[in-house]
């Protein structure tokens, strides 16, 4: 396994999986696309900004931010087919919009409104977008992580050339379907790839309580294939190693565990305060590690960014969010009569009397049937 070499380090961000020397892009990727990648990174902290203070206000239930992770999800994302499954959790938002999900039906299903694909039935960020191969966000912890394996092996078995990724975080490598989807998938060299994104915490228990593992990517070891340990804020790096894995399950080589060394930058969602149980300067040592600035000080560097393209991309970047809450905020609520659709393919004659019965003590209803 390529694990990381070397006694332990000190920090883990000393840990690169892959020799990507600053300043040079893995091999394939331009200085537009690492732009376009910067692009995305901003708009997915641009609705973290939004969606932190749209909950403050009312006017969400609910918001997880990404703050701190969008280079291990843009990186990871980037470096996939538009064809691979992505198995997330709740905390992925930066891996749609890598995809391609628009922001609008991101903001729909925080509102849950009545565009909203999930018709308000899911808790916010718990986003499913079928025709992207956006498997519907797992809450329980690690349940996704079968639900991939199972994926890559259905793939396979239809002689797709596509692999499947499961998202998750440092605290799901302690579910039991962390250990049995990396067993299953050792034994069948399932094309997956699980990308762990270690953001040192799992809600207040840090890193050093979840295992005594030196790493989180060790683990792959006890199952028989390879796992890397990468620094999560590096994009580039990120990328490459999301690169070669893939490679290596399309190839038939078998499953990958990644292990993505980031950090939450924000609070665990907007039901926490991080300040009762981590330091102000923790925070201040991984603020120093944003993968925004990371890759933007490459880039201008390089003499591939100025400062003021990077100022136009973040206006850019808040413009477009907040001309999406403008447009889906005023979208009324679903209609509470779609609360019996999508149980089974058709309405069985129970739910049809339920749904009447329903309608009709709707107020102002006026005893109304369909
Ligand atoms: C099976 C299960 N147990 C407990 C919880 C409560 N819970 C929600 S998030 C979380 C921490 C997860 O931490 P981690 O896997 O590191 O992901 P992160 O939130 O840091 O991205 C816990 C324990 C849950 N959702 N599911
Ligand atoms: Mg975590």
Redesign the pocket.
Known sequence: MARPSGPPRESPLSVQAVPVTSGRAPEGLTAADRKRMLRVMLLSRALDERGMTLQRQGRIGFY?PVEG?EGAQVGCAVALDPKDWLCP???ETAVALSRGIPLRQLLSQLYGDRADLCQGRQMPNHFAFREFRFVSAS?????QIPHAVGLALAARLKGEKVVSVAF??????S?NDFHSGMNFAGVYRAPVIFFC???Q???S?PRSK?TRSETLAQKAEAYGFSGLQVDGNDVEAVYAAVKEARARAIAGGGPTLIEAVTY?MGP??TSDDPRRYRSAEELALWKSRDPVERLKETLVREHALTEEEFDQFLEAARAEVAAAIQEVEPLPPPDPGTLFDDVFARRTPQLEEQRAAFLAELPGSGGRKE
């Open positions: 997880v992770q959790g709740y905390r809450s329980p912890i690690g349940t998750f975080g440092d605290g799901a490598t579910s994104q270690n953001n915490w799992a809600i228990l979840q939450r665990h969602t």
